[in-house]
């Protein structure tokens, strides 16, 4: 009986003895193993499925190509250039493919293998994370200068960090390294030009001064020394007989006036006087004002110099005239007195006279400082030195109401002070015009073709003429009157009140000048007098008689002049 079998799917009866009709089925059987069995020459053989070569046994072969168009020519397993061998991820989810890039580079899973690039390892196959340790380089040596190539263009943040901002110089070993020197102390050598050690050697220790105030002094060409500094108020001198070629001496001007300024303001009709320093400063340790002084012993020869480290001032009250006249710029002179080494301020309308001691007044803060020839401070002092370091000019509407600032400080010595005053200012009267109808005593004048700022004229009818000092100086007064036939007085008064009264009979004190006619005057009969005083402010001036002068004339003239 035959048996069947199956070859690619086909079923075939294969014979057995005694079978008839049996040809027909070998025949397509022999025929099938021909033309689709595989065979030893080669050829295409298409499968219908994959092939299961089962769990035992696998395919042995010199190589396996695939099928693209270009296969590799070599190699035991063939392919294409685009083609891969792939492997199931771990998580089996994915492919991991082995492939080829178009720079030939061997690639899994789309990441280089081995290198970016065929040849050289470069800087930037290597990761920054990759941390290779050095023991697992296989080196036969050290890494010499050859080793690297000079394309590789090894990166300076490859390199393990050094300390920051110091200084690299090279050990004794040759060996680039780090110096306790930072970058900040290496700046300073900046704009250096030649040896800094030859340049330090040239300069002089600090240590060679050891008090404050020492000086270094040449005794020699390049050569110093140290010059100690001198004691409070001593000045340094040039002495060649010293060996440093200076010397400090203790030297005290009388006339000395350090860094003095004055300042002065208004306030509640009250004048301030403020002393200051050359700066407009109040005095203190760092910025003294220094003033000499002569001796509180008139009998002594020993100047002092006084210090003022503090601020210092003094106060006319309202109500104070300070013995000025109402509109009439008038003076205050300022000083400054030495009260047992402590200064103070002190003023007046007069003048001070520094070669004496005065005794002052307390101005009293209650508006009676009214006496122009008074030295007035805010305390009474007595028997003290006095040294006069300014004058101001002041002007006020009413005197005693002081509602403006001096307007003009003068800071130094009287000398220097009054040398830039205007003098010769002169009241000149002439062509006598009777007398006052109530100041019988006192002359009227017609004309008046000369006046002056430091003195006030004034005439009327009633009081007749008169001039009011406004500055403390020396003026010269004369005058000169006429009379047809009786006896005439002429005269000169100060600060009279007796202006009915002959001038021959008033107040002595109060008679400037007088001259008295012997006889009875024959026509035009003259008297002249004249006098030289000095006078301060809301001094009064009259030309004052005893029996009526007639002339109208040229022989009746009043004449004032400020000579100092």
């Avoid at 009633?462 to 001039?467: C, D, E, H, L």
């Avoid at 008679?511 to 809301?538: C, D, H, K």
């Avoid at 005893?546 to 000579?563: E, H, I, K, P, Q």
Wanted: glycine letters at 8%.
């Amino acid at each position: 009986m035959s048996s069947n079998i199956t070859f690619n799917g086909v079923t075939y009866a294969i014979p057995d003895d005694g079978d008839f009709n049996w040809g027909p089925d070998l025949t397509a059987y022999f025929i099938a193993i021909a033309s689709s069995a595989l065979q030893k020459t080669g050829g295409s053989f298409t499968l219908g499925a994959e092939t299961d070569f089962g769990a035992s046994y696998g395919l042995k072969s010199l190589y396996y190509k695939s099928r693209h168009a270009n296969p590799a020519a070599a190699g035991q397993v063939r392919l294409g250039n685009l083609e891969s061998i792939s492997w199931r991820n771990n998580a089996n989810n994915a492919d991991l493919a082995l492939t080829s890039n178009a720079s030939d580079a061997l690639l899994f899973n789309s990441k280089n293998v081995l290198f970016s690039a065929l040849g050289l390892i470069v800087n930037a196959d290597v990761n920054a994370a990759a941390a290779i340790a050095y023991s697992k380089l296989n080196l036969t040596g050290l890494v010499v200068n050859a080793d690297i190539a000079a394309a590789a263009a090894i990166a300076y943040s490859k390199l393990a960090a050094l300390t920051a901002s110091r200084l690299l110089v090279s050990s004794a070993g040759g060996v680039v390294s780090v110096s306790a020197v930072t970058d900040t102390e290496a700046g300073y050598l900046a704009g250096v030009t030649s040896a800094i050690q030859t340049q330090m050697n040239t300069k002089q220790l600090r240590s060679v001064l050891t008090t404050k105030g020492d000086l270094y002094v040449a005794t020699a060409s390049d050569t110093t020394t140290r010059l100690p500094a001198g004691s409070d108020d001593q000045m340094l001198v040039a002495d060649s007989a010293q060996a440093a070629g200076l010397a400090y001496q203790t030297y005290i001007d009388p006339s000395a006036l350090f860094n003095v300024g004055i300042a002065c303001s208004v306030g509640s009709n009250a004048l301030t006087i403020a002393l200051k320093t050359a700066a407009g400063n109040n005095a203190s340790s760092t910025d003294p004002i220094r003033v000499g002084f002569r001796s509180a012993t008139l009998t002594s020869g020993i100047m002092s110099f006084v210090k003022c480290t503090a601020a210092l001032s003094t106060v006319i009250s309202s109500g104070s005239t300070a013995g000025h006249v109402s509109a009439q710029e008038c003076e205050i002179y300022v000083g400054l007195l030495n009260n047992a080494g402590a200064l103070e301020l002190c003023w007046s309308a007069y003048p001070f006279d520094e070669n004496a001691l005065i005794s002052t007044t307390a101005e009293g803060g209650a508006g009676a400082a009214d006496v122009a020839s008074t030295i007035y401070s805010t305390t009474a002092r007595s028997n003290v030195a006095v040294r006069m370091i300014g004058r101001l000019l002041s002007t006020q509407t009413t005197a005693g109401t002081w509602a403006v600032v001096p307007t003009n400080i003068q800071v130094g010595s009287l000398a220097k002070i009054r040398s830039g005053d205007v003098l010769n200012q002169q009241v000149y009267l002439h062509a006598g015009n009777g007398y006052g109808s109530t100041n019988t005593k006192i002359r009227r004048y017609t004309n008046a073709p000369l006046t002056a700022t430091d003195m006030v004229y004034a005439d009327s009818a009633t009081n007749g003429m008169s001039v009011t000092v406004g500055k403390w100086g020396l003026y010269s007064i004369s005058r000169n009157d006429a009379v047809v036939s009786a006896n005439l007085d002429v005269g000169i008064s100060l600060n009279s009140n007796q202006l009915t009264t002959n001038v021959s009979t008033i107040t002595a004190s109060n008679r400037v000048a007088i001259w008295e006619m012997p006889t009875t005057g024959s026509a035009n009969s003259q008297g002249n007098v004249s006098a030289t005083r000095f006078l301060g402010p809301g001094d009064v001036i009259r030309a004052h008689d005893n029996l009526a002068a007639t002339d109208t004339g040229v022989y009746s003239w009043f004449l004032m002049t400020r000579v100092r």
